[in-house]
């Protein structure tokens, strides 16, 4: 029975035109240009591509639209833009440049409005809500996941599945749940708080963090019910392609693009 | 010369993107004048259909695409552009639109908690009946979708392309004459995406 497949998305974590991967947000090293990596991954048959300028934030800079600019030029998947978003002409040009989302975070946390404004602007389906949830004991956060903002430098106080809840009722197109407790670790998705989100929202999850190989793949989509995944290291590494990843997951029952 | 109709529903850079990387020229506008002597037609288009509508008609465009359909132009519906040929929505209350195509637009409707609306990502397309614009190209390829509403044209004969989502399988792809129409983005699903396009930057229009 053919059936809407499960998107698997590499993301780019971009630092001055170069793509980079740390654990937890720190220690990264540099893999390759954007650029030429975004065209064997979308050749490789992946099925969206996200892009993260991690240090625009920081830098009180705007993003990088040339690098969106040159990415549209040369890919004709979707792929989603994120890093220092701070208004909704920011939103705004990143579209432009062909982007088919925008991805705001911290921004979100700050100003809710800004999503339920860009939604009704552009589009739902160009809204992405980033999240960076973390585990914690503390009973005010009944999801037992607390929000992060900054790069997990600083905690919010508000819960995980209320966030979710509140950004779909804003109008959000759909989240990007990355675990803090499993990014860049490689042992496994967040299977409990992908799942939680998923089947309390009706806008599509994209689970991140953690993934390194295909079983986890496997797992989040079936178990954590995602419907989409984001992956880095496993390919970045080139220890796995997207079809070798892609046919494991058809072995195991997952429904995946298979012509590229 | 391809004229992109612009009716500001929505970012029309990835379609121009995409024809210019396969070398055609296009023209992105919202000038009657220029639709008319352009070769062909593309009418693209993200958002809501009652938004979609109030602008065709603001801007005058109703007219200039009904006589670039009836003058037997090569015409090229997207998503939202392939919705607002029928004749009517069920977005925004109930919307009345260009009814190029008899049949209607309707909204899914989630059969269970995992069913997400919209329906966003790659999805097969199952080719009911051969079409010159989908020459070189496999039966069941997936490409690209983002809608929470689909097209139900009246006849079947107006379907070329079947999807199943959300408990129906719905018209993906609707062909009259010299007017294709995907609910899916071409110009977002990767080198079969562009392969549609292409093809339909060399059809003449005829579907014999």
């Known amino acids: 029975m053919e059936m809407l497949t499960k998107r698997i998305i590499p993301c780019l974590d971009v630092r001055n035109r170069k793509v980079t991967k740390g654990v937890r947000f720190q220690g990264n090293v540099d893999l390759g240009d954007p650029i030429e990596m975004a065209v064997a991954y979308s050749e490789g048959g992946c099925d969206e591509l996200v892009f993260y300028d991690i240090t625009a934030s920081a830098e009180y800079r705007p993003i990088d639209i040339e690098m969106v600019r040159e990415v549209a030029r040369v890919i004709h998947i979707p792929f989603a833009v994120g890093g220092g978003i701070r208004s909704l002409d920011d939103m705004y040009q990143v579209l432009l440049a062909g982007a088919e989302k925008v991805s705001v975070n911290s921004l979100a946390v700050k100003n809710p409005s800004i999503i339920a404004e860009g939604a009704k602007v552009f589009g739902s389906q160009c809204i992405v809500l980033g999240m960076d949830p973390v585990k914690t004991d503390d009973p005010r956060f009944p999801s037992g996941y607390e929000i992060t903002i900054r790069g997990f430098r600083e905690r919010t106080g508000i819960d995980a599945l209320e966030w979710a809840k509140r950004a779909q009722d804003l109008g959000v197109g759909e989240i990007v749940v990355n675990s803090v407790d499993a990014d860049g670790t490689r042992q496994g998705y967040e299977i409990n708080l992908t799942r939680t989100i998923s089947t309390s929202v009706h806008i599509p999850v994209v689970a991140s963090g953690g993934g390194g190989t295909p079983v986890h793949l496997a797992e989040v989509f079936t178990e954590g019910c995602a419907d989409a995944a984001i992956i880095a290291s496993m390919i970045h590494t080139s220890e796995y392609t997207i079809a070798q990843i892609k046919e494991e997951l058809a072995k195991a029952g997952v429904p995946v693009r298979k012509k590229w | ?208």
């Open chain 2, 1 to 208: 010369m391809i004229a992109i109709v612009d009716y500001h529903a929505g970012n029309l850079t990835s379609v121009q993107l995409a024809f210019d990387h396969i070398g055609v020229l296009c023209d992105v506008t919202s000038d009657p004048r220029r639709i008319a002597s352009a070769e062909r037609v593309v009418f693209p288009g993200v958002g809501a259909a009652g938004q979609a509508m109030r602008n065709l008609r603001e801007m005058g465009l109703l007219d200039s695409l009904k006589s670039a359909l009836f003058t037997g132009k090569p015409f090229l519906g997207i998503c939202l552009g392939t919705q607002v040929i029928l004749e009517f929505s069920e977005e925004d209350g109930g919307t009345e639109c260009i009814g190029l195509v008899p049949g209607i637009v309707k909204r899914f409707v989630a059969p269970n908690a995992t069913c997400k609306i919209p329906h966003m990502g790659w999805n097969t397309v199952e080719f009911v009946r051969p079409h010159p614009v989908l020459e070189g190209i496999d039966d069941e390829t997936e490409f690209y979708f983002v809608h929470s509403y689909y097209p139900l044209p009246s006849d079947e004969k107006y379907v070329i392309g079947r999807t199943e989502y959300a408990g129906t399988r719905f018209a993906s792809i609707i062909g009259k004459n010299n007017l294709l129409a995907t609910q899916f983005h071409p110009e977002r699903s990767g080198r079969l995406g562009l392969k549609i396009l292409e093809n339909f930057s060399r059809w003449n229009g005829n579907v014999d």
